[in-house]
């Protein structure tokens, strides 16, 4: 079945930076593109950003640029998001999630990770 | 502020139907069938109910459906259940910006 397990709670100081992990299982990693997506406490989802695990291409929203980078693993079928530069802010849950078919980045986010707190204090 | 535009919140009984709606541009919803709804219970991720527009994937009850017109799609529920109490978002992609939006979220009550 298909699983998508991120790594777990950080803590973190302004001004630092933060990488979340998600390992996917029980799929062919390469066919399916991942997306982040983060939500703020008591607060709506903020798309982060898509990578193409197969070639490793990356598209991200104009509020994020230049702070964010997402990376693969092909290895270990493994996508990293780092933000950096975090401010308060930034203290969210973040999710990463599949698309629902292959191939193609429909933005169907069909499978979720289970969600990493990432708190942003000082 | 959210690019897409949702009611706050909505309300109905046990049995009744409601709908949500989900406001865009012909730059997002209303130039592309890459509509798509979520629903989300408290401390859980959320889970896709409707692609395509109108589209449900296996497992997802026949009771949610989606439409749209013009620049706004539309999510129903059909034959309320409690269990449908929870945060509904609507997503599309947004030709602006070659990127993805939500909708800043409904929260559903079920009286």
Known sequence: ?????????????????????????????????????RQAPGQGLEWMGVINPSGGSTSYPQKLQGRVTLTRDTSTSTVYMELRSLRSEDTAVYYCARDWWAKYNYGYYGYWGQGTLVTVSS | ????????????????????????????????????????????????????????????????????????????????QAEDEADYYCSSYTSSSSTWVFGGGTKLTVL
């Open chain 2, 1 to 80: 502020q959210s690019a897409l535009t949702q009611p706050a919140s909505v309300s109905g009984s046990p049995g009744q139907s409601i709908t949500i709606s989900c406001t865009g541009t012909s730059s997002d919803v209303g130039g592309y069938n890459y509509v798509s709804w979520y629903q989300q219970h408290p401390g859980k991720a959320p889970k896709l109910m409707i692609y395509d527009v109108s589209s449900r994937p296996s497992g997802v009850s026949n009771r949610f459906s989606g439409s749209k017109s013009d620049n706004t799609a539309s999510l129903t529920i059909s034959g309320l």
């Open chain 1, 1 to 37: 079945q298909v699983q998508l397990v991120q790594s777990g709670a950080e803590v973190k100081k302004p001004g630092a930076s933060v990488k979340v992990s998600c390992k996917a299982s029980g799929y062919t990693f390469t066919n399916y593109y991942i997306y982040w997506v």
